[in-house]
């Protein structure tokens, strides 16, 4: 007898009823938690994670306490997260565990898909911390009464979906832009502005405080999209309700039109073909030497990524140094040769791990990886070097910089070119972050796979070249000329013991290294690939915690409350205050203040020395053989 009718799905294969609208957002949020869970199970990650969480965490407790105590400050910090929303993606790569191009085959239209890849956004640590700021919001409504505090809620949600659609189109129009030369050059410009005016935010206050322009500073922070839940809330606590719905609906347009761009690039994405490649001429170079070094400047000339980042250096530089020109100090200007140069080291920090597994030529090459390290750092100094002592002597000449000035800026300038190159290609081989191949990137290009290790690596760079670079001042300021002479001996003394460093490292440990950059991990004891009675160095959550909560505390007590203002008090009564500890107290006491954070400093460095090398020590020591049978 024969059976009629369609025949039925096995039951792992049913579809269920309106998985095109419902289901695939609640399929990607478990997709999101499914892979946090993972990340949380990573000892490195997890640590990462929870770090900056907490960190979050504390800043936006802090945004709710000062919008309900000053609602002009909390206006100005949730202006500050909207900024970070905005730049924060841009300098990190941005979090797309979840790419639209993974999902172009399941039929899904750009609404529906950019409505599910936005909702399974939500999951995570920075939305979260977000949802936490924008409680400011609730803050100011709960003196209204009851009804104020309803809008004031519905107010911070719009917010947050603000904060989230805002973030995604930045990151969507950036995308397209680095597709293009020019693009590339003024996003990263754009860029470097952007993190330059939090780093010099002193200057921009200093000018609107000289210029009494508080009230229009709290004015333009309730008229930016930043601030306009915090106006609904303060309209509907004095009884305005017209501003205030008014201000909730603005709200929802924005995330409503943001949200509709968005799923345009994302159309963009999904569909765009790639652009044919016109040939270029042949290189031409003698030696192995002279063509590595061709070829890397050549594909980080055409890697717009790199262009990208490249512009964002400089950019900030640029910025950094000349935003103090709003209270006319002119000072800061020959600096920024130096700033470029140690913004530079930073972007070129993890040059393995986003050259991904073409790391396994050099290996299978005889000689090959020596050469290649050596023409990286060829690269990076005729990439930056030439640039920065341009940069340097044409602002020295615009500022009219006296001459007592000019043994520091060459110094500054010796020192953080050698050691930028020795701690990027040490950086690159020790600390390398594994990130998507370059053929396997998506539609996005600034979505490299990276993760916020990549982010504590630059930043650990940044850190080890400013040190590296501080004797040579220290030189400058009690020999002259000397210092100048210390900052060549120091930047070729570092430049060749890391460099001697990172090729030991890729000698013995290459294949371990092309293990991590292929699968996300290194090979564990045993394992195909392992180095034999060597274990890598792997920190639990614990000893991590020790360790870099005592190397950053070491730092900020170290320099910036230490050795800077011992450097200030030297020179005679200090005119800028700013955040030093040992300039706001009592003359008698700056000294000791000043003795007090060096010696604890210096202390937590030891700290955390001392128990990163237990953790490298127990990972050196011979690895107890298992049993077959075992």
Do not use: K
Not at 11 to 32: I, L, N, S, Y
């Amino acid at each position: 007898m024969a059976l009629t009718g369609a025949p039925t799905a096995p039951p792992h294969e049913q579809v269920p009823d309106g998985a095109g609208r419902v289901g695939a957002p609640a399929v990607m949020v478990r997709m999101r938690v499914a892979l946090l869970r993972h990340a949380l199970r990573d000892t490195d990650r997890a640590f990462w994670i929870w770090f900056a969480g907490g960190c979050g965490l504390l800043l936006a407790l802090g945004t709710v306490v000062a919008c309900a105590l000053d609602p002009d400050l909390g206006a100005a910090l949730l202006a500050a997260w909207m900024l970070g929303w905005v730049v924060g993606p841009l300098v990190s790569g941005g979090d797309e565990a979840l790419r639209a191009e993974m999902f172009v085959a399941t039929g899904l239209s750009r609404w529906r898909l950019g409505w599910a890849l936005l909702t399974s956004s939500v999951v995570g640590v920075a939305p979260v911390v977000s949802a936490v700021a924008v409680l400011g919001v609730v803050a100011v409504g709960v003196r209204g009464g009851v009804l104020a505090t309803l809008l004031a809620v519905v107010a911070a949600a719009a917010q947050l979906a603000v904060l989230l659609t805002v973030s995604r189109v930045a990151v969507g129009v950036v995308g397209v832009l680095v597709r293009y030369r020019a693009g590339a050059v003024l996003a990263g410009a754009v860029t470097g502005l952007a993190l330059a005016l939090p780093s010099q935010g002193w200057a921009l206050v200093a000018a609107l405080a000289a210029r009494d322009a508080t009230q229009a500073l709290a004015v333009a922070t309730r008229v930016a999209p930043s601030g306009w839940g915090l106006a609904a809330a303060e309209a509907a606590g004095r009884g305005d309700w017209a501003l205030a719905v008014g201000a909730v609906v603005a709200l929802l347009a924005l995330a409503a039109s943001t949200f509709a761009l968005w799923c345009v690039l994302l159309q963009g994405r999904t569909t765009r073909r790639a652009a044919a490649i016109r040939p270029r001429r042949l290189l031409s170079a003698r030696g192995p030497a002279g063509a590595t070094v061709r070829a890397h400047l050549r594909s980080s000339a055409r890697d717009l990524v790199q262009v990208n980042r490249f512009a964002f250096a400089l950019a900030y530089g640029l910025f950094f140094c000349a935003l103090p020109l709003l209270v006319g100090w002119t000072g800061m200007l020959p600096w920024a040769g130096a700033v470029f140069v140690v913004m530079a080291a930073m972007v070129w920090s993890n040059q393995y791990g986003r050259d991904g597994t073409a790391l396994w030529l050099q290996l299978v090459t005889p000689g090959a990886r020596r050469i290649d390290l050596l023409a990286r750092q060829g690269t990076f100094l005729l990439a930056t070097g030439p640039l920065a002592l341009v940069l340097t002597a044409g602002l020295v000449a615009a500022a009219g910089t006296p001459a007592s000035t000019w043994p520091y800026l060459a110094a500054a300038l010796a020192a953080a070119l050698g050691a930028g190159t020795g701690v990027t290609a040490a950086m690159s081989v020790l600390a390398a972050v594994p990130t998507t191949d370059p053929h396997r990137r998506g539609g996005d290009v600034l979505a490299s796979g990276g993760d916020a290790r990549e982010t504590g690596t630059t930043y650990l760079t940044m850190a080890l070249v400013v040190g590296l670079t501080l004797p040579a001042l220290l030189v400058a300021r009690l020999a002259g000329w000397w210092g100048a002479v210390a900052g060549v001996a120091t930047g070729a003394l570092c430049c060749y013991l890391l460099t001697r460093v990172a090729l030991r490292h890729l000698d013995e440990q290459g294949v371990e290294l092309l293990a991590l950059l292929r699968h996300g991990r290194r090979p564990t004891v045993g394992a195909p690939g392992a180095v034999p009675g060597r274990r890598p160095v792997e920190l639990t959550g614990r000893e991590q915690s020790v360790v870099l909560g005592a190397g950053i505390l070491g730092t900020l007590m170290l320099f910036p409350q230490g050795i800077v203002p011992a450097v200030v008090l030297r020179g005679g009564d200090p005119t800028t205050r700013s955040w030093f500890l040992a300039l706001h107290v009592p003359a008698a006491w700056a000294w000791p203040v000043v003795t007090v954070m060096i010696t604890l400093g210096a202390t937590l460095y030891c700290v955390s020395v001392w128990w990163y090398r237990r953790a490298a020590t127990a990972a050196r020591s011979p690895a107890v053989p298992v049993p077959a049978d075992a």
